[in-house]
């Protein structure tokens, strides 16, 4: 085993746990690729005394990951914390001349540009598979399997937890208090579910896919994120009754300003593709140049697809270790071509209000003034008499495409109508 490549963990959690017996039980077709041999040699956690799921030798487990990263008979820090101090402890490894592999979004959405650059300049990879959408190898795909394509668009669910939620209030199992305290009692919502709900996990994930597909050098930050907190079962009522499916996208595509990118919810037809992913799972869409669509779907979390991806970027390393290949890092290492996000005001989308209105004869007239004073064009109108409540019945109003900017100015105006009570809804719809 002397030409073994030295594993140093951080983390041995759900997916550490995943990945230490994955690596224990190699896989038949990990096997037959007898290069591909680990030894794990320091594992760093926070109570080493803790009993876990696996065996490792006397001494592997400590409770310093300064020792993991000191070791010199460790090649590749494997991080798989979500601790705050992961950017640090990767940045040393990078630094130490080790090649990392984590499964951390957060960390490689904000800090990837600096952390791909150190491990350029040391020679050494930094490897993140399992940073986005779990076992599905959406990252490997567009860095490998689609390269020879210019990406087109890109439609992700990438939030296993929203995608749950919006499934079970689909199914017409609560509302979304409910719903998310149900998802927090069985441990698909975490007890602060922010980041899920509010979209910032999926835009993480996709500055790191849109970096990828198409050199885009922004953070989350810099992508329109909306999120869920406000979709209510009428929503979910009306989307069915016009064919359509609620779902918390991710969506990022070529657009004469830039990328468009945004994360907000969306009503898809229910006969597409994304529309009929269920539950936890995960899917991106892929347009290419050259293989036209493209649908990856699968489990987006937990222990085993999750230690899947950080186990195929450890057989990845050694490959390129024993092929003496440099570093496959300068791909992600974005220059003259780099892309900015577009703002979202000037996408062409088209959209679904829906607001309570006053029972009284002219107030379509008047919404429909205002929308027509911005350009914007109603596909269908769909009004319920017979739901008439303390003098209000609601108003669903489907536009053709529109510009964000121009819907927002009409929201603005409409809102202000004494006629509308308590403002307008708006969800996006696609075609995806
Ligand atoms: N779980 C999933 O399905 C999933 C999916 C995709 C990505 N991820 C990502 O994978 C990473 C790990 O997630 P997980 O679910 O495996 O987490 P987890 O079950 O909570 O495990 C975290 C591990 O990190 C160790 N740890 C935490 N803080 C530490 C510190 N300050 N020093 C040393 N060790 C520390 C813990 O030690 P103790 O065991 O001693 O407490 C534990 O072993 C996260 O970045 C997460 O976002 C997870």
Redesign the pocket.
């Known amino acids: 085993m002397s030409d073994a490549i030295g594993i140093g963990m ?7 746990t995943g990945a230490v017996q994955l690596l224990q039980d190699a896989p038949a077709a990990m096997r037959r690729r007898r290069h591909a041999e680990f030894d794990i040699r320091r594992v ?4 080493p005394a ?1 009993v876990r799921d696996v065996t490792l030798a006397d001494g592997v487990v400590v409770g310093d ?1 300064q020792q993991v990263l000191d070791d010199p008979s460790v090649q590749v820090v494997v991080e ?4 705050a ?2 950017y640090e402890w990767i940045r040393a490894a990078l630094q130490a001349g080790k090649s990392v592999v984590t ?3 957060a960390v490689i959405a904000l800090h990837g540009a600096e952390l791909f650059d150190i491990a350029l300049a040391k020679g050494v990879d930094l490897m993140f598979e ?2 986005v959408a ?1 076992g599905i190898p959406i990252i490997r795909s567009l860095r490998n399997g689609l390269v020879a394509n210019r990406v087109e668009s890109l439609h992700g669910i990438l939030n296993g937890t929203t995608n749950y939620m919006l499934t079970r209030m689909t199914r017409g199992e609560g509302d979304y208090p409910e719903i998310l305290a149900d998802a927090q009692a069985e441990g698909y919502a975490e007890p602060d579910p922010t980041a899920d709900v509010s979209g910032a996990d999926a835009a993480s994930k996709l500055a790191i896919l849109s970096r990828i597909a198409f050199q885009t050098t922004g953070t989350a930050a810099d992508i329109y994120c909306e999120g869920i907190e406000r979709i209510e079962s009428s929503d979910i009522d009306f989307a069915r009754e016009l064919g359509y499916t609620i779902k918390l996208l991710a969506i990022a595509r070529l657009a004469p300003g830039g990328v468009e990118a945004r994360v907000h919810p969306v009503m898809l037809p229910q006969d597409s593709q994304l529309a009929n992913i269920h539950a936890e799972q995960n899917a991106i869409k892929v347009v290419g140049s050259a293989v036209g669509t493209q649908v990856f779907t699968g489990a987006g ?3 085993m697809p ?1 230690a899947s991806a950080v186990v195929s970027d450890l057989v990845e390393l050694a490959e390129r270790k024993r092929a003496g290949a440099t570093t496959s890092i300068g791909d992600m290492i974005v220059g003259d071509e780099a892309a900015r996000f577009a703002s979202i005001e000037d996408a062409e989308i088209r959209y679904f209000l829906r607001m309570q209105v006053a029972d009284q004869p002219g107030v379509l007239e008047q919404i429909a003034r205002i929308l027509s004073a911005q350009h914007i064009s109603i596909a269908s109108v769909l009004q319920k008499e017979r739901d008439l409540q303390g003098g209000t019945v609601p108003l669903v109003i489907v536009t053709h495409e529109a510009r964000e900017r121009a819907m927002q100015q009409a929201v603005q105006a409409i809102d202000a109508l004494p006629l509308v009570d308590g403002g307008v809804r708006l969800i996006r719809m696609e075609a995806a």
Do not use: H
Request: a positive charge; proline letters at 3%.
């Open positions: 951080i983390g041995l959690g759900t997916v550490g760093a956690v926070r109570d803790k990951v798989l914390t979500g601790a101090p992961a499964a951390n979004k399992a940073s779990g979390a937990g222990k999750t």
